[in-house]
């Protein structure tokens, strides 16, 4: 079974800095990710990590939010700095494996001007 649990969220003035945890019930061959949805916008990636590690990024976050995973830990972890009140969403963690994929119930991050 597959399980993902994402903590870490909260509110943050402008400038500041979250991070992000996903404790992920899977094997370490899946690919891993963090999208967010903001209110009347659709869900789009933030950033991924593949099983051998190479990461990818929304061009709205470069420069400012890491991914990262601990196989050992068995988490995944987004690192977000420079947070911008833009950034306000749902942040959901994302596991994929193939056609089959799974997601967490999602963390709130709300980021004040």
């Known amino acids: 079974q597959v399980q993902l649990v994402e903590s870490g969220g909260g509110l943050v003035q402008a400038g500041g800095s979250l991070r992000l945890s996903c404790a992920a019930l899977?094997?370490?061959?899946?690919?891993m990710g963090w999208y967010r949805q903001a209110p009347g916008k659709e869900r789009e990636l933030v950033a991924d990590i593949s099983s051998g590690g190479r990461t990818s990024y929304a061009d709205s976050v470069k420069g400012r939010f890491t991914i990262f995973r601990s196989n050992y830990k068995n988490t995944v972890y987004l690192q977000m700095d420079s947070l911008k009140p833009e950034d306000t969403a749902v942040y959901y963690c994302h596991a994929r494996l193939g056609s089959s994929e799974f997601w967490g119930q999602g963390t709130q991050v709300t980021v004040s001007s």
């Open positions: 899977v094997s370490d061959n899946y690919a």
